[in-house]
């Protein structure tokens, strides 16, 4: 027999008890994006165990679609180690901790409708514009607290926002538990969110500026700083490229980095596009932002299905194991990155 | 509020130690396809309950991927009552059967190495070109047992060929299952195959026929009898519109059907391509292939991500219950098919 | 510079009077799908100028979406030498032909009103129900006309159809010119249309029986006798499978093939679904349907974009320069296929 | 006949002289995403017939697949009236007027001994990262030229940059040609590419401070003053969601807007995924981002087909005519957008 015929794959047998970690297990021995998704797991698993630093990129609608206890969730058992996350995905949890909701909607409904009720459509999941405008004012109200006479990191200017949230909170989720566990939140395209529009409607506010460059210098000295670093990707965007970019600026700063040393991503764009949402890890290694010999997954799947699976999958596997920590300790609370050992 | 802003979306909690089918209640209350893959298995639950005939479409290299352990357990368990498939399904259904495997591989290889290994690749598994030839003689020689005198049905070719297998078989997968149980098997395209190859490749079986017409007769017999069809698709394909195109053939023998009633589809293929495969339930409806009123839902997603949770997640939530049988009952054993009550 | 970095892409410039064949040469300097839909048209001409024999897949619903005289003029200009379809693209092709047609639809439209007025869908394209019957019945008087007491092969079926077709067709599409031309088609799933539901859907014609081995082994007969073959897949489906199988038939029979030396396909499925639409020609390679050293492109798109501007384009470069003929000859008129030189 | 069945289809017929003009006209009257790309070119002239103010959404790799003269052509013929683009593009486009290249390569190679020659790529496209990083300099080289004390809009930086690359450009591109035509660019996740690389990875620079929220005040400015607006969106992503919002801005600011009237896209994610960059234009019509009324169309296909051929018969279509200029005059020169009448 060839060398490539070694491990056969296995039919899975249901017995009709599984756990959903039992269910991955089977997964792992049959073919395409189900195995995909168990080999998932298992990187997650090995990046954590290995005590590499890892960051989270999380895109799409995320929140709307039900997933922010369970990226809070990733965040106090400390299995992410910094998020990269859209604007919107941080604003829709500002609604939801302040106790507004979005709600089961369905993408066969007449839209002109819902805008005369002032519902906004999400794919099959509905919200109100007037709450959000809402919160829009909760966002300026938290803004007006700050400086006007210096630029804030997105880091900083999140931090700040989750501690002031935490004590509004109905219910804590993504960014009121980053602020109470220290792990920072970055937000590349905070001026294309609804964040960055609570602050520029109003003229009291629109003198109040982010620095994104200093999140790029920051993300920088962490990739320098942290002997390993592992990247687990929600959608592309913004998020993804800003996570692979960090070993791309301390190389301008003269800088060598190995590329990050374990990859997974849930994705639905395809390689074919030549976009970066559905750039395959091997690409990046022509770039060095994956390093050459890295452990890494690819998952073709609509994250809603993947994450909640691969999450709690993750839970059981880990079961009361305490990952290995990092090799770096970050002080999120000022207004420079602190990093320590 | 708006008569839209009912029911709130509830963020998914991970408690550490669910199962399959408690996980994907929770992703009911989310939002995109992690809630429509937990409606899937709401959509199937009912077509059981309330006695309703169901057709499974099977697309796809779902065999070498894994599923035919799976598939079996539907047959077994009777949550299908009819099974139309792509004949590749079946030919490595069978060649599993009969011992062989398929492995576990990778994409990231170079296919010229594997041809000079006679080493066949679909996606990330492998198979043995020189394994498969012996599933060919497997099936030529059964073939040979056959009348070369009047054309098959593939159900009936299927039923002999599975009742054949059942006794050669090291582990019982689709073909030999559904023989034991009187499951039909219906393969519309089995020109497009190996087992065709298996047949037109010797010249021993060169005039064995298949009747390909008498299969659509066969299916338009089972729809105008049923009270209540549902189907599942997995995949697109001819399978998929062997089953929908059911409900046409009766209009023109002058019979008036309902349409589908229950109606569940995984699949990755978009509606805007204008494919069928990718056709949703709503275009169903203007050519009467599934009910005006129909509960259905698509699932777009990898069924090897899908369907192993949908099925456990259904068995898990069926337990012990019985279903309510069909209105029909099928004898599969002759060259007509019988159509009981 | 490394040897990697040779040819620079070039921006296109727009002139303002470009021919679509210009412009096509201008995207072939360009990046991503743009440059391989250049691409396939240069591999179709090189297909063509080598004198191979070319297949052509069609699936899809191409001819409501407005192809069938495209795909007829490929006949008449010998762009292809043999043809593969779906059979919902033949029946749609006599549809027209019997001077019915398919309307400039919407997909944002209520289906359940489309059903009352007897209105089919096919995401923007609608169709009369009442005149589908029509041709229904068109078939089912034709096929009353052939043997009862022996099977024909579907490349037979169709001729025969092709040649009285030609005589009531109100404009000749597919069908008709391919008989006129000598072209065979083939329908490997034509159970799975609407083709045998008119066949199916009547008891006067339900004894009749095709013969879809058979046309197995007209492929490979045909694989074994051409020296050099090139396939042209529009889509996926059973068309591609039944082309890219024909050369496994030939190793089943002890003859060895080399594979098709050109191969163009037009697609909108991925590779990592796993299935055979999206297969790659990479992955063929590994099976020997497609050569090692194949000249191959593969265009992600929709066909309904890319085959106007490919075909357009090719007749552009192509001008009045007569192909080379194939080294074979077919005779599709009799119950053999013959083949000559 | 059905109200349903007015329009037939009409089969393209190919008469081998055609202007791309003369065959997207055809494609108009076929199916599926042909006919949409055909109605993308109505749809654009429709917009600037009527003088509406044109927003582009740049994504996606659109440069290195050779497409900045394409889009510098636009803003020289004023088919766009601001251009919001991701800073990929902005950075390669700048790379390629000093001269630099992409290069032609194939996504069938081996990243890691790309990664040792020190070649970045781009699916197909391959570049030199050491150029890269002389590209980074006259970047950083630029931002040394400004004022450290005050923050900058995307939109007043990359208006001076372009100023200043004209005079170093071998070649116009985006950047350069909109300096020179007052058209205004944006870049709202600047700090996710290249050009913020450039700025934070030197010590000189990395007090500069971009203003990204002075970027949603001012688009906000334009669509409260522009009568009516349009928008061409190619890919999704930031861009397209930046302009989406500028309709949700001024509802913030207690300004009452209509949402963009007239609305073209070509995407290749689905809607399905429940994420902006799919989001088809009816889901934006709860959201007020389009208006009720608008005139619309999506185009599923990759941009680097269908952009060029949209373009070059948009040039061909309009000829000498020149489009009815919107209703505001920008000047783009000075710390704060000037809006004119």
Known sequence: ??????????????????????????????????????????????????????????????????????????????????????????????HESLGFHHYLGSPEVDDVELRKERVDRIY???????????????INSFTRTLSFSRPYSTREYFFLLGQHLAQDAKEDGIVATAAKAGIPIYCPAVGDSSVAIAISGFPETRSFVFDVSKDVYELAQMVISAQATGVVYVGGGTPKNFIQQAEVTPVVM???????????????????????????????????????????????????IALPILVTGLVQMMGKTERRGPAIRLDISGKDLEIGQ
């Open 124 to 138: 099959d999941v509905f919200a109100s514009d007037v709450e959000f405008l809402k919160t829009d004012r909760y």
């Open 1 to 94: 027999m060839s060398k490539f015929l070694k491990e056969p794959t296995i039919p899975i047998e249901i017995i009709g008890s599984e756990t959903v970690a039992a269910l991955l297990r089977k997964m792992g021995r049959t073919g395409f994006q189900g195995r995909s998704l168990s080999s998932a797991a298992e990187v997650w698993k090995e990046m954590l165990k290995e005590g590499s630093f890892v960051f989270m990129g999380l895109a799409g609608a995320m929140v709307p679609a039900g997933m922010r206890r369970l990226v809070a969730l990733l965040i106090e058992r400390r299995y992410i180690d910094c998020l990269v996350s859209t604007g919107a995905n941080l604003f829709h949890d500002i």
């Open 254 to 304: 003269g800088k060598s980095v190995p590329g990050h040393r374990y990859a997974v991503q849930i994705i639905v764009d395809a390689p074919h596009w030549g976009g970066l949402s559905g750039c395959p890890f091997e690409e990046a290694k022509s770039w060095g932002k994956i390093a050459a010999d890295a452990t890494k997954v690819t998952v073709y799947a609509d994250a809603t």
